[in-house]
Every structure is written in structure tokens, then in C-alpha cells.
């Protein structure tokens, strides 16, 4: 953007898309943006202002966000999320350039950490910030300010009337503490929170009565699972990192303090990495001494036997629940994921967190390559002799992910544009890689969640076994991210 008519000061606007539209309002949570909100937090420091439509909270018709792009004349419109998301970022893009063709377009979030700047071929998108994007998005706008090009900012691809323009990977430059708290005020957070007081949901937990809400520890993970997009994509842009303990226990009291959270949810892909960061983080929640409960993640091999002290220090400190995967209950297929984790570590962290009074959470991914029926009913044994009900996963090969690759090379993808535009969610089967057909697949896998429910006793209606929203072997979306 070379422009002598350059903006001083942009007008900004930010849209926080909702990455379900289609799904019911009342049974599934309505998760608040963090990546989002610490990137309009940052902006918002370095002195810039903005609007910001949030899609989640308040979703628009088409006509409404026309009427507002072509009233307010935004230099920018800036948006992001996962690859999930991708073709919400298609359709806003086309559509703000219809109505404001000299609009900035710019995205973030995973969906630009597609190879070879897909985001920019495939939407028209203007700027592309790979990684994180809050110091990254300020270059951007400054560039703006003083009609300068985009060129060699780390982390920013753009495309003009030359083409695309790549980036090289800009290492986060700061630790996390460094970006400082979120501003949660720029967003309404007690939507958010209604949102989680409402539901009742096996996989989810329970917030009934709950003020429910989420943060984040630690960024990254550092195991590189076959499945996973930190495979390949995150690694590079999301090295693991963790916030000191004194961070996140500030931030908890602030949220409890501030809007009355007592419920909260660590969306970390990892929480804890060893046992020296759970007693650290007990350490500093005992000097607080709030009345409040955590759910944090964690992997398989964490806690055993041996660590029921431990654990019951974790419980008083209100911990009330861990999830780790299992993914599979067949050591062979565990392997072939890279997962390195046992079963037998599976089934001893389960024990002790039962004997703690800590509840259990896990996944399990069904439709491996090579994946025989055995192998499935492995994985639904362990899960029965834990006695837990898992979330399932058909797999879904993720942009980033070895798994993706291959599907690639074997012909399971043909067209990666109207693969990723079109990708869903892992709760319903889209590409089959295993031995089963697909109707094998579906149906031992609901069978076997139907035997474990029955002799758990529990009341989960066999629709909602797979999906607790809606269940199929192929997703239903309107693929508009519009109220009709
Ligand atoms: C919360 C969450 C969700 C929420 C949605 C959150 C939201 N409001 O967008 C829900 C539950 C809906 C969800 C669903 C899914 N999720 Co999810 N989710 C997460 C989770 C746990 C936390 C996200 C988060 O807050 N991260 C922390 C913030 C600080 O980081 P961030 O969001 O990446 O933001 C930074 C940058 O990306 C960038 N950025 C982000 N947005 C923007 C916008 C702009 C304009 C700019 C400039 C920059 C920018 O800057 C931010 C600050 O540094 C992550 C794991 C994780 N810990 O990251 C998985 C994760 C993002 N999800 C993942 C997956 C696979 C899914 C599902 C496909 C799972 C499924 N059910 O099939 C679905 C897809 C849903 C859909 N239809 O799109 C993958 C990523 C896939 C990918 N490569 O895109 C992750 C990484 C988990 C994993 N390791 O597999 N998810
Ligand atoms: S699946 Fe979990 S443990 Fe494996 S790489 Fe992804 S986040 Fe890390």
C-alpha cells in the first residue's frame, strides 16, 4: 500500500468471527476469543481505536455489516482464526471488497500458517500476519500511517498488484507476561459468561450455576503428534512457553474480582509439562485463597500412583477436573502417532485422579491409517475398564499435520483449496484412511459409545454420543456465516 492519501489515524475494524454459526445456541458454548482480544489489547495500547463486531455474541444479516462497512468507510477490517474458519474469511473478504474495494484487509490466526500463503490465493485478503499477531498488526497499521509498503516487516505477507509477497516466520519476540493481561472489557464478557452458566454438556463438563471462564497459561506444545497441526505449522511460529505463575494467579484474581468468575477453564494445549509447574502453580493459588475451581490439560505419564499427594493438594486447590488423551487404546496405532504415551500410564493417571476426586476428560481418535476394527475396540476396551465415557475424533487430517501430508500423497485430498474451505470438525467423518468403510467405521465406533454409556449408567441420548450437538457421518452447515 503506497498510497499518498494515507490514512493518519485508520479507522479499524475488527470482526470476531463465530467459528460455529450453524450450531444451536443454547446447547454449546460460546468460547471468548482470547488470541483476538489480546491482539485489539495491544493495538489499543499503542494508541490506535476501533470498532469490533462480534459475531459470537451478536450475530449480523448481511445487509446490516454492508450497511456499516460502506457507512463507516474502514481503512481497515481485520479478522482471524483457525483454518476451520477459513471459509468465513473467504466469504468477508470477497464481500467487504465488493462493497469497499481500497479497504486493508488483514488476517490472523492459524489459517495463515497454510503453506505457500494459501490465505492470500484463496481469500482476498490483503495482509496475511503469520503467528502471533499483536506486535506484528501495529508494524502493519504504522505502515499504513505513513503510506508505506508492507515490505520486510517479519511475519507479514501481502499481496499487491505485483502478486504475493511471502514472510519470513517471525519468532515471538516477547514472553508472554511481557504482552500483559487482556483488556476482557473490549468484548462483553458477560455473554460469554451467560453462555457458559446455561449448558449442561457430558463433554464439555457441567457450568450449570457456573461462572465460567477461560484463559490461557501456556502457548504451544512441545511433542509433535502425527494428527496435530503443531506437527509442522505451530512448532516453528509457537514455541512452548508458559506465563509464570504469578501471571496467571494475578489474572485469575482479576477475573474473579472483577466480573465474579469461580469457574475456569485452561485452554492450554498444555498446562502443565512437568510436576514442578503444577506445585508451582499450587504454591501461588494457596497465598490467594480464592474459592474457585479448574479444569487445566495435561498429557498421559504426568501423575501415577505415587502422586495421590500431589493430586489431593491439586483437589483442594480446586482442581476439579484434567483432560489427557488417550487417542488410542492400541499400542500400535499409538506409535504410528507419535503420541508417547502408554496405556498403562493412561489407566494409573485415571486412578489416581479418581482416587483424588479430580475428574477425567479424554479423546480418542478412531479412523487411523491402518486402523483395524481391533484396534478400535482396544481403544473403547481401556476406555470401559476406566470407566470414561471419551470424546471421539474421526480423524481429520489439519493443515500442518503429518497426517495431512500423506493424505495428500495418497489421493485422500484431491483439491486442498475445496478441501480447506469446506474442512469441518472432527466429530464428523470426512476422509476415511483407516481399513473400515465408512459405515463400519461410524457404526462400531457409536456402538461401542453405546456400551459404554449403558454400563456407566449414564443418560446421554445415542445422538449426542459422538457430537453433543448434532451427530451424522457428514457434517450439515449453511455455509453462510450470515443470519439468513
Ligand atoms: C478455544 C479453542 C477453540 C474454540 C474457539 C475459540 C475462538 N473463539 O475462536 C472452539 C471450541 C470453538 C474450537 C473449536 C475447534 N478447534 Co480449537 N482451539 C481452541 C484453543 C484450545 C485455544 C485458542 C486460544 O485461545 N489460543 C490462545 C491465543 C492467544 O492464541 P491464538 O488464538 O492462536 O491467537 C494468536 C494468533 O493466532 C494471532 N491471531 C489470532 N486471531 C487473530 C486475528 C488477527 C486480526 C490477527 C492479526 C492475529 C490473530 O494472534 C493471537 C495472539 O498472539 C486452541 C489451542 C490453543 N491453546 O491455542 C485450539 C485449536 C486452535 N483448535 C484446533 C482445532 C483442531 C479445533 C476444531 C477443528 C476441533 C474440532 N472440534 O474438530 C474446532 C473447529 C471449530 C470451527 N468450526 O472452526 C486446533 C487448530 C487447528 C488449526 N490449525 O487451525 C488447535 C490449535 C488445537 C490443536 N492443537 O489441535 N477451538
Ligand atoms: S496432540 Fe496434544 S500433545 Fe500432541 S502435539 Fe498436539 S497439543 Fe501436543
Redesign the pocket.
Known amino acids: 500500500m503506497l498510497d499518498s492519501s494515507a490514512p493518519t489515524n485508520p479507522r479499524i475494524l475488527?470482526v470476531?468471527?463465530n467459528?460455529?454459526p450453524d450450531w444451536s445456541r443454547d446447547k454449546t458454548?460460546i468460547?471468548?476469543?482470547?488470541?483476538?482480544c489480546?491482539?485489539m489489547t495491544h493495538v489499543k495500547k499503542c494508541g490506535y481505536q476501533f470498532d469490533l463486531l462480534d459475531f459470537?455474541v451478536t450475530p449480523m444479516y448481511r445487509s446490516q455489516f454492508v450497511e456499516q462497512i460502506y457507512q463507516e468507510k474502514y481503512d481497515v477490517i481485520?479478522?482471524?482464526?483457525?483454518?476451520?474458519?477459513l471459509w468465513q474469511m473467504e466469504e468477508l473478504s470477497v464481500l467487504i471488497k465488493t462493497v469497499c474495494p481500497r479497504t486493508c484487509i488483514?488476517?490472523?490466526?492459524?489459517?495463515t500458517?497454510l503453506k505457500n500463503d494459501a490465505v492470500l490465493r484463496w481469500t482476498c485478503a490483503d495482509v496475511a500476519?503469520r503467528?502471533?499477531?499483536?506486535f506484528?498488526?501495529v508494524d502493519v497499521l504504522e505502515r499504513i500511517k505513513q503510506g508505506k509498503s508492507f515490505a520486510d516487516i517479519p511475519g507479514v505477507a501481502y499481496k499487491d498488484q505485483e502478486g504475493i509477497h511471502s514472510a519470513a516466520t517471525r519468532k515471538p519476540e516477547f514472553s508472554l507476561d511481557q504482552k500483559g493481561v487482556p483488556d476482557w472489557d473490549l468484548f462483553d464478557v458477560e455473554a460469554y459468561v451467560q453462555s457458559g452458566s446455561k449448558l449442561l454438556s457430558h463433554h464439555l463438563g457441567v457450568f450449570q450455576n457456573q461462572r465460567f471462564f477461560?484463559v490461557?497459561t501456556t502457548?504451544g506444545?512441545p511433542y509433535r503428534c502425527t494428527f496435530?497441526?503443531?506437527n509442522q505449522?505451530?512448532q516453528t511460529h509457537n514455541p512452548y512457553r508458559r506465563h509464570s505463575v504469578a501471571f496467571v494467579a494475578a489474572m485469575i484474581k482479576g477475573l474473579h474480582d472483577r466480573y465474579a468468575i469461580n469457574h475456569f477453564k485452561f485452554?492450554?494445549?498444555l498446562s502443565f509439562l512437568n510436576k514442578s509447574d503444577v506445585v508451582q502453580l499450587l504454591d501461588e493459588l494457596d497465598t490467594m485463597g480464592l474459592k474457585i475451581t479448574i479444569e487445566a490439560i495435561c498429557r498421559v505419564g504426568l501423575f501415577g500412583d505415587n502422586d495421590l499427594a500431589l493430586v489431593n493438594r491439586m483437589k483442594a486447590a480446586g482442581f476439579t477436573r484434567l483432560f489427557y488423551s488417550l487417542e488410542s487404546g492400541s499400542p500400535r496405532i499409538l506409535e504410528l502417532m507419535n503420541k508417547q504415551i502408554s496405556v498403562e500410564e493412561f489407566s494409573a493417571q485415571k486412578r489416581v485422579l479418581d482416587a483424588a476426586g479430580i475428574s477425567s476428560g479424554t479423546n480418542v481418535i478412531v479412523g487411523y491409517p491402518t486402523e483395524t476394527a481391533e484396534d478400535i475396540a482396544r481403544t473403547f476396551t481401556v476406555c470401559l475398564e476406566n470407566r470414561i465415557l471419551p470424546s471421539v475424533?474421526f480423524l481429520?487430517p489439519?493443515?500442518?499435520s503429518e497426517i495431512y501430508d500423506r493424505a495428500i500423497r495418497d489421493g485422500y485430498i484431491k483439491d486442498e483449496k475445496e478441501y480447506v474451505l469446506d474442512i469441518?470438525?472432527?466429530?464428523y467423518l470426512k476422509v476415511n484412511m483407516s481399513q473400515l468403510t465408512d459405515d463400519e467405521l461410524y457404526s462400531c465406533t457409536l456402538n461401542h459409545l453405546k456400551q459404554i454409556r449403558n454400563d456407566l449408567s449414564l443418560t446421554i441420548p445415542d445422538e449426542n454420543l459422538i457430537c453433543s450437538v448434532n451427530a451424522g457421518v457428514k457434517r450439515v452447515s449453511k455455509k453462510t456465516m450470515f443470519l439468513d
Open positions: 475488527f470476531n468471527l467459528p460455529r458454548l468460547y471468548f476469543n482470547i488470541g483476538l489480546q491482539v459470537s481485520a479478522f482471524g482464526g483457525m483454518v476451520h474458519t488483514v488476517v490472523g490466526g492459524y489459517a500458517m500476519i503467528g502471533e499477531g499483536e506484528a498488526l477461560p490461557i502457548r506444545c496435530c497441526s503443531n505449522l505451530i485452554l492450554d494445549e475424533c481429520l489439519i493443515p500442518g469441518g470438525e472432527q466429530q
